[in-house]
């Protein structure tokens, strides 16, 4: 199983593409630098709840649905 800092990377990018948005885009409607939303679609960087709260805003999705987990399949 995925550790949490992965599905929120993957989810991030997921619904982000989904939108149609750059991550620049997003950085812009969450009032972050689009460098912070690269670092955390790497796993290089953990969000504060706060920060999926804003991102999830600004994609129009509850926080909670970046952290979905991912089974790994054998």
């Given at each position: 199983?995925?550790?949490?800092r992965?599905?929120?990377?993957?989810?991030?990018?997921?619904?982000?593409?989904?939108r149609?948005f750059?991550?620049?885009?997003?950085?812009?409607?969450?009032?972050?630098?689009?460098?912070?939303?690269?670092?955390?679609?790497?796993?290089?960087?953990?969000?504060?709840?706060?920060?999926?709260?804003?991102?999830?805003?600004?994609?129009?999705?509850?926080?909670?649905?970046?952290?979905?987990?991912?089974?790994k399949?054998?």
């Amino acid at each position: 199983m995925e550790n949490v800092r992965e599905a929120v990377a993957r989810n991030l990018r997921r619904i982000r593409h989904e939108r149609g948005f750059s991550q620049e885009d997003l950085a812009d409607r969450a009032g972050v630098d689009r460098s912070y939303i690269s670092l955390l679609e790497r796993g290089s960087y953990s969000a504060s709840v706060d920060m999926l709260a804003r991102l999830g805003k600004a994609l129009g999705v509850e926080a909670g649905a970046f952290l979905a987990l991912q089974r790994k399949r054998r």
